[in-house]
C-alpha cells in the first residue's frame, strides 16, 4: 500500500464564510482505495495548516506507505521545523497523524483505539 494522493478542503459550518467558520480537514488516499481523515487547528479556518501540506509536505509523501507513519511525519517535522515548531506547522502535522491512523485502523479492520493500546474505559460513568 502506498499514498496515491493527499487531499486538503475546509467545510463551512457557520452562516456565513468567515474564516472562523470553517474546518480544516486533511484526506489521505491509497492507492488500494482506502482513505483516512484528519482535522487540522481550526484557528482562521486552517487555511495555514492546510497550505503546509498541499505545499509542502504532501509532495514528499506520496508514494509512501501509509503504515510508516511514524517516520513520515517524524521526517517531515524535521525538513520543515523552521516553518515554526509550533502553529501551522503542528496543525498540519497533527491533521496528518490522525488521517494516517485511520488509514490504518481501516487496513488492519481494527479500531484506532485498539491499536493505541485499548480502552480503558467501555461505558460512560452514570453520573455525568
Same mark, same amino acid.
Given at each position: 500500500?502506498?499514498?496515491?494522493?493527499?487531499?486538503?478542503?475546509?467545510?463551512?459550518?457557520?452562516?456565513?464564510?468567515?474564516?472562523?467558520?470553517?474546518?480544516?480537514?486533511?484526506?489521505?488516499?491509497?492507492?488500494?482505495?482506502?482513505?483516512?481523515? =484528519?482535522?487540522?487547528?481550526?484557528?482562521? #479556518?486552517? *487555511? &495555514?495548516? @492546510?497550505? $503546509?501540506?498541499?505545499? /509542502?509536505?504532501?509532495?514528499?509523501?506520496?508514494?509512501?506507505?501509509?503504515?510508516?507513519?511514524?517516520?513520515?511525519?517524524?521526517?517531515?517535522?524535521?525538513?520543515?521545523?523552521?516553518? =515554526?515548531?509550533?502553529?501551522?506547522?503542528? #496543525?498540519? *502535522? &497533527?491533521? @496528518?497523524? $490522525?488521517?494516517?491512523? /485511520?488509514?490504518?485502523?481501516?487496513?488492519?479492520?481494527?479500531?484506532?483505539?485498539?491499536?493505541?493500546?485499548?480502552?480503558?474505559?467501555?461505558?460512560?460513568?452514570?453520573?455525568?
Amino acid at each position: 500500500m502506498k499514498i496515491r494522493d493527499i487531499e486538503v478542503f475546509q467545510v463551512s459550518w457557520g452562516p456565513d464564510d468567515r474564516p472562523q467558520q470553517r474546518s480544516a480537514w486533511v484526506r489521505v488516499h491509497s492507492d488500494d482505495g482506502l482513505c483516512g481523515i =484528519g482535522e487540522a487547528s481550526p484557528m482562521q #479556518g486552517g *487555511l &495555514a495548516s @492546510l497550505g $503546509i501540506i498541499a505545499r /509542502d509536505i504532501a509532495p514528499g509523501l506520496i508514494g509512501k506507505d501509509p503504515l510508516d507513519h511514524a517516520v513520515l511525519l517524524d521526517t517531515a517535522l524535521h525538513t520543515f521545523v523552521k516553518l =515554526g515548531p509550533e502553529g501551522a506547522l503542528s #496543525g498540519a *502535522l &497533527a491533521a @496528518l497523524d $490522525i488521517a494516517l491512523w /485511520d488509514l490504518k485502523g481501516k487496513f488492519l479492520g481494527q479500531p484506532i483505539y485498539k491499536l493505541l493500546g485499548g480502552a480503558w474505559r467501555t461505558s460512560l460513568p452514570s453520573n455525568l
